[in-house]
């Protein structure tokens, strides 16, 4: 009976150990698998935000192109209306020097 005792004995010191360590390598997969499931969620929410980003900034750089052809416009009639006041100060002067007003 002493030999019986003693490799019961020396089975659950060895089958208990094993029995631990195989479980909390199971806990250890399942926990992986859960974290790895919600890592995949975020990396699907920062594609969303990233898609929403870029559609934001492809709005702001249409809004800024027009804001910039709207100034290019509003700088070529200046252009135009600045010549045209030269134009008009050139003809006063000549006017002036004929007519020797100054």
């Known amino acids: 009976m002493e030999a ?3 490799n019961l004995q020396f089975y659950l010191t060895i089958g208990i150990p094993t029995l631990a360590i195989l479980l909390g390598i199971l806990m250890n997969t399942f926990q992986f698998s859960a ?13 969303s ?3 929403r980003v870029s559609n934001l900034e492809t709005r702001f750089d249409a809004r800024f192109n027009s804001i910039d052809a709207r100034f290019n416009n509003l700088e070529v009639k200046f252009d135009t209306l600045i010549g045209k006041i030269v ?8 006017i002036e ?3 020797d007003i100054r």
């Open 87 to 94: 134009e008009l100060d050139n003809r006063v002067t000549r």
């Open 49 to 51: 935000a990233e898609t």
């Open 35 to 47: 974290v790895n499931a919600r890592l995949s969620s975020m990396d699907s929410r920062f594609s």
């Open 97 to 99: 020097a004929k007519l």
């Open 4 to 6: 019986s005792m003693s």
